[in-house]
């Protein structure tokens, strides 16, 4: 794609579901610095990216907040990190189909940038804050919440194993037995990657997890590493 036509551009609202009123926010929006690189265009969408983690930020934790009334901050915190994070956000810029319309350098192009999780996470704030440019909080407001509402829901439920290792960890230290180690394998393409962890304490396994991302395999394999550790020393 040597350049995003006006019928590109067109696709791409209707995918986010929002109408711009200056389309060339959301063409800066595409814009990745490995096209700078090859092409004339003075500006990336990095700037855009920072305005509209910002504001993902800022919707997740009002969501978070009013949808659970009386959960302590820590676990407000946790929501909003489940949620806001770089392979949440690109499995969402993939479900978008975002990748087709990103402005890329040959290189990265042919690097298969368009489905790198970090690339299609950027790209996906970068958009939020050209919606927030285009047409203000609200409409930004309503953008966020439409698109990750599931994700929010989804991680509700997993609230109590967001702060396993930390867990575990402590317990760890307090029976003084060493700190606990991960060993992380992956399997399948990036875009349905599965990881399998398995949880090491003094060399020995005490648990295995797997799940979509690193951070969530070694989670779940923390949690059953905790109860173990807890039946095994009746800490």
Same mark, same amino acid.
Request: aromatic residues 6%; hydrophobic residues 45%.
């Given at each position: ?5 006006? /019928? ?5 609202? *209707? ?5 711009? @009123?200056?389309? /060339? ?8 610095? *490995?096209?700078?690189?090859?092409? /004339? ?5 990095? =700037? ?18 009013? =949808? ?98 930390? =867990?575990? @960890? ?22 349905? =990657? ?24 070694? @989670? ?11 039946? @095994?020393?009746?800490?």
């Amino acid at each position: 794609m040597s350049d995003l036509e006006n /019928s590109a551009l067109s696709e791409c609202a *209707s995918r986010i579901g929002y109408e711009f @009123q200056n389309p /060339s926010l959301l063409r800066q929006a595409l814009i990745h610095r *490995s096209w700078q690189a090859e092409n /004339s265009d003075p500006l990336t969408n990095e =700037r855009f990216e920072f305005l509209g983690d910002a504001v993902l930020g800022w919707v997740i934790a009002d969501v978070a907040f009013h =949808r659970l009334a009386d959960m302590p901050e820590g676990k407000l915190t946790d929501l909003r990190r489940s949620v806001v994070n770089m392979h949440a956000l690109a499995d969402i810029a993939r479900q978008l189909g975002i990748g087709e319309f990103l402005l890329l350098g040959k290189g990265e192009d042919a690097a298969g940038g368009r489905d790198k999780s970090s690339i299609l996470a950027d790209a996906l704030e970068a958009l939020i804050g050209a919606v927030y440019l285009d047409g203000g909080a609200p409409a930004a407001y309503e953008m966020v919440k439409r698109l990750l509402a599931d994700s929010v829901e989804e991680a509700i439920p997993h609230l109590e194993m967001f702060d396993a290792k930390t =867990r575990l @960890q402590e317990l760890c230290a307090r029976l003084s037995i060493g700190i606990p180690t991960y060993e992380v394998e992956g399997e399948g393409p990036d875009h349905e =990657r599965i990881f399998t962890a398995v949880l090491y304490v003094d060399g020995r396994a005490y648990g295995s997890g797997i799940g979509r991302t690193k951070k969530a395999a070694e @989670q779940i394999a923390a949690v059953g590493a905790y109860d173990a550790l807890v039946e @095994q020393h009746n800490a």
